[in-house]
Nanobody, 122 residues
Framework: QVQLVESGGGLVQAGGSLRLSCVASGSIFSSDAMGWYRQAPGKQRELLATITTGGSTAYADSVKGRFTISRDNAKNTVYLQMNDLKPDDTAVFYC????????????????WGQGTQVTVSS
């Protein structure tokens, strides 16, 4: 069982930045692709960014150019640097280990952590 602990959220004004962290324990972190998700009130959880074991990254169009995913295998940690935040970015942010399906989509593998709340004021 993998445990995921997200942190770094908070209240920020539009245009500001935050850096989220997620520590994954109970897995061989360096062997896993990781993803960041968010869930806004009344909306489905959406995948924002992924990073493979080799460091290849991919982003949803809604955050491309503003968010950067990175990882530190020595610390079992994945990060999400968020710049130029907008009120529409307000959500609870989650990370997970992800697996690549045959159709190119990513599937979260483990139970969700508690997430970290990001609130962007206008």
């Amino acid at each position: 069982q993998v445990q995921l602990v997200e942190s770094g959220g908070g209240l920020v004004q539009a245009g500001g930045s935050l850096r989220l962290s997620c520590v994954a324990s109970g897995s061989i972190f360096s062997s896993d692709a990781m993803g960041w998700y968010r869930q806004a009130p009344g909306k489905q959880r959406e995948l924002l960014a992924t990073i493979t074991t080799g460091g290849s990254t991919a982003y949803a169009d809604s955050v491309k150019g503003r968010f950067t995913i990175s990882r530190d295998n020595a610390k079992n940690t994945v990060y999400l640097q968020m710049n130029d935040l907008k009120p529409d970015d307000t959500a609870v942010f989650y990370c997970n280990v992800v697996g690549l399906l045959y159709d190119g989509s990513w599937l979260p593998k483990w139970s969700w952590g508690q997430g970290t709340q990001v609130t962007v004021s206008s």
